[in-house]
């Protein structure tokens, strides 16, 4: 499988034992929901979303705030 990268950009969905990419952030948020809908026992602490830029020579990864992905669950789709 491969997934050309849009914009110097992906995201990385992270449950400690598994991971996805996507690549929009809203992509990765709808993930999070199935994830989440799916398996009501999880720990919250082990979901995190990355945004991983690869513009330029060093790639840049960062953490999607919280705040962000509340808003995107609360909207969703």
């Known amino acids: 499988m491969e997934m ?4 110097n950009r992906f995201y990385l969905l992270d449950a400690t034992d598994e991971k996805w990419i996507y ?3 809203e ?4 993930a999070l929901r199935a ?3 799916k398996d009501k026992e999880k720990n919250p602490e082990e979901f995190s979303i990355f ?3 690869t513009a330029g ?3 840049e990864i960062k953490s ?3 705040s962000r992905i509340a ?3 609360m909207r969703g789709k």
């Open 4 to 7: 050309k990268v849009e914009n």
């Open 23 to 25: 690549d929009s952030e």
């Open 27 to 30: 992509g990765a948020i709808e």
């Open 35 to 37: 994830l989440v809908s």
């Open 51 to 53: 945004e991983v830029n």
């Open 57 to 59: 020579e060093k790639w």
């Open 64 to 66: 999607v705030p919280w």
């Open 71 to 73: 808003i995107g669950l």
